[in-house]
């Protein structure tokens, strides 16, 4: 009896986690889009065509995860569409790495870091 009474606390436990990880964006994956957005910062500034180009891949792979997000969360087209637009220059971006284009891939950064502060401006809470 006692034990049923634990398994129900622990579900429904359960439950408000995965609700609150759904009404609020994970931290950690900003922390980790930060970290993978400074790095291909530097290595685009170095040159370092490789290590730029899987950056670039990393943080594809993160706006993926946060336009999914965006959009099973529903009600928020603006932060779908930053997402998608900061996928998309992730692409431009090893496209330019990949023709050894490093000025074009600078200006792709740096609007891929423009849409980071719009978003931001529209989402962030604090
Ligand atoms: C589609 C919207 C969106 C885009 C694009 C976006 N972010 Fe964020 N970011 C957020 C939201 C929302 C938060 C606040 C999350 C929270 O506090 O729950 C946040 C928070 C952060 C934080 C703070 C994390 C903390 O501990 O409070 C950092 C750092 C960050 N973002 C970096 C970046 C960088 C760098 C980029 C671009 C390469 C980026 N973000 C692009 C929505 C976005």
Same mark, same amino acid.
């Given at each position: 009896?006692r034990?049923?009474? #634990?398994?129900?606390?622990?579900?429904?436990?359960?439950?408000?986690? #995965?609700? =609150?990880?759904?009404?609020?964006?994970?931290?950690?994956?900003?922390?980790?889009?930060?970290?993978?957005? /400074?790095?291909?910062?530097s290595?685009?500034?170095?040159?370092? @065509?490789?290590?730029? =180009?899987?950056?670039?891949?990393?943080?594809?792979?993160?706006?993926?995860? #946060?336009? *999914?997000?965006?959009?099973? /969360?529903?009600? @928020?087209?603006?932060? #779908?569409?930053?997402?998608? /637009?900061?996928?998309?220059?992730?692409?431009?971006?090893?496209? =330019?790495?990949? *023709?050894?284009?490093?000025? @074009? *891939?600078?200006?792709?950064?740096?609007?891929?870091?423009?849409?980071?502060?719009?978003?931001h401006?529209?989402? /962030?809470? =604090?």
């Amino acid at each position: 009896m006692r034990r049923s009474i #634990v398994t129900i606390a622990t579900l429904l436990a359960l439950a408000g986690g #995965v609700q =609150s990880a759904q009404e609020e964006l994970d931290t950690d994956w900003m922390h980790a889009i930060e970290d993978a957005n /400074k790095s291909l910062a530097s290595n685009i500034a170095t040159k370092q @065509a490789s290590e730029a =180009s899987s950056d670039a891949k990393e943080l594809a792979d993160w706006f993926a995860k #946060v336009q *999914a997000y965006y959009q099973t /969360k529903g009600d @928020a087209p603006d932060a #779908v569409e930053l997402a998608r /637009k900061s996928g998309g220059l992730t692409q431009q971006i090893r496209q =330019s790495i990949d *023709a050894k284009d490093f000025d @074009a *891939a600078t200006a792709s950064a740096t609007a891929l870091s423009r849409t980071c502060k719009t978003c931001h401006n529209f989402y /962030k809470k =604090s």
